[in-house]
């Protein structure tokens, strides 16, 4: 990629959240309050990456996350669905791309329900999810080729007594192909591990470890891949919320990135 499309890029990107920034300026002072964990809100997600690939490609992503509650039981507990709808730019090689071009292209899109317990324990709640993968974005580089299940188990302890508040939120999802939609499509048998964390900070703002990008073992291959993720950020509003971050590898044989720089702009309705 010549420099002038990654300028551009990374423009587009801080552009969004002066967009965000200046339209949040019209909220009242008064409107700032923390948000609480796992708020039962509608919430809307923009991330914006760029990655450097272990073989010397790149990528720019744009991914559109919806969140929508679907209900509390009697007893408390909750019911989340999730859309996420990812849009590439690669040139990295594969079936789809045997020439390595710069192309655009819709990646594999994803549907989730997530199932959150009431409080098990003081600030404590368990939860499960189970994650559909669609194979819209066909052969590699867009997408995985395969139709994916994905079963999830997390929880979120929060101990608002730690500094300005902490929130401890691991979760550890299991990939498992069932069907392939193109012919040729590798088999997929993968952890994630995200040991999650994420800080309270003067002025509403945060430092979260592992928001989005997962510790991964191939069970396919025996290889991990284990990257150091941070994102800071600020609670503009009870609504806005903006954060910048990014990840690096640290190890593992699995080929995955080099690194990748990162933007969040979520609201909550």
Known sequence: MIAWQKLF?????????????SLAQSISDSALVPELPDPPKTRAETWLDYQENADGSGQYKITEKVYLPLGVSADGWRFTGRLDVPLLDTNKEGPANSAGDWQIH???????LYATTPPVAPDL??????????????????????YQWTPALYLSYRRPDLGYGMTFHPLARYFMSYHAATAGASAIRKLDLY???????????????????????????????????????????????????????????????QYLLEARVRWLF
């Open 195 to 257: 040991p999650t964390v994420s800080f309270d900070l003067p002025d509403h703002g945060f430092i979260a470890l592992y928001p989005e990008n997962p510790i991964v073992y191939n069970e396919i291959t025996h290889q991990w891949f284990v990257p150091f993720e941070a994102m800071a950020g600020k609670k503009i509003s009870e609504r806005l919320h903006v954060g910048f971050g990014g990840a690096v590898k640290l190890g593992g044989n699995d080929p995955q990135y």
């Open 125 to 146: 709640t368990l939860g499960a999810s189970l994650r559909l993968v669609w194979p819209t974005g066909g052969p590699s580089p867009f997408g995985d080729g395969q």
């Open 9 to 21: 890029f990374l423009s587009a990107l801080l552009g969004v959240a002066a967009v965000e920034l």
């Open 106 to 112: 819709v990646g594999d899109i994803l549907t989730e």
